[in-house]
């Protein structure tokens, strides 16, 4: 698996050569054995964290063919309109290849950077998520306006939706919105609140991948180990 966030620091090569070798290694992956590309989200770093996944997201899927593409959006950032657009073309684009992990977001920064109040950010991602999820599946009507994506998104249904998280309030929205969890931490009780959540809601429980607590989550390599 390889995972992009397009950090870097300004000694480091320009954006336009780290942007080019992202599609490239991804199309060389995918010939290698590589089974999936995960493409991250943040706002206003100084290191260039990439800002846009789906744009990138985009390139890769032009230059590959089977590779799997895993999307992490912070959901409060998107009008659900427009993103249910983005979501279908991309989908036709990789012909149901790409999938896509939300996030209810952390950075206070990032709120500001949007206007988006981070107080009501549990109550904004309620709302986009249902109509995003309804966009996705079909014709929706809300408040008098009747909203129609088109083309409909290769996938049946849309793109797989899974929620995102580490902490214990994140597997319960993943069970409450029945949808997979997959978590960035192993927080205990993770897995058995996603599992109470979803039975209170009266969904089967969905993939559920948290990473094993004694296993590093960042690996650091470097040729003298006593220099680093």
């Known amino acids: ?7 870097a620091p300004d000694i480091g090569a320009p954006p336009t050569q780290l942007y080019a070798a992202a599609t490239e290694m ?69 012909k149901g290849r790409v999938s896509y992990i939300l996030a209810l977001g952390y950075r206070p920064e990032e709120f500001e950077h949007f206007g988006v109040d981070i107080r009501k950010r549990g109550r904004v991602v309620d709302q986009k998520l249902d109509l995003l999820r309804g966009l996705l599946a079909g014709e929706v009507d809300l408040n008098g306006r009747h909203i129609n994506v088109t083309p409909r998104p290769h996938s049946v249904g849309g793109p797989m939706l899974m929620w995102g998280g580490g902490t214990v309030a ?26 109470a959540a979803c039975r209170e809601h009266g969904h089967g429980s969905g993939p559920v991948f948290l990473p094993d607590r004694d296993t590093p989550s960042v690996c650091f390599g470097a040729d003298a180990v006593e220099k680093a």
């Open 170 to 195: 994140a597997a319960r929205r993943a069970g409450r919105y029945g949808l997979g969890m997959l978590g960035n931490a192993n927080v205990a009780g993770m897995k058995e609140a996603y599992e």
């Open 1 to 7: 698996m390889l995972r992009f966030d397009m950090r």
């Open 26 to 94: 991804c199309a060389w992956a995918e010939g290698h054995g590589c089974l999936a590309a995960v493409v991250c989200e943040h706002h206003g770093a100084e290191d260039g964290y990439l800002p846009s996944p789906m744009i990138l997201a985009s390139a890769m899927a032009a230059r590959t063919e089977r590779l799997a593409l895993s999307l992490i959006l912070i959901l409060p950032f998107y009008e659900p309109v427009r993103l249910a657009e983005d979501m279908a073309v991309l989908d036709i684009i990789s």
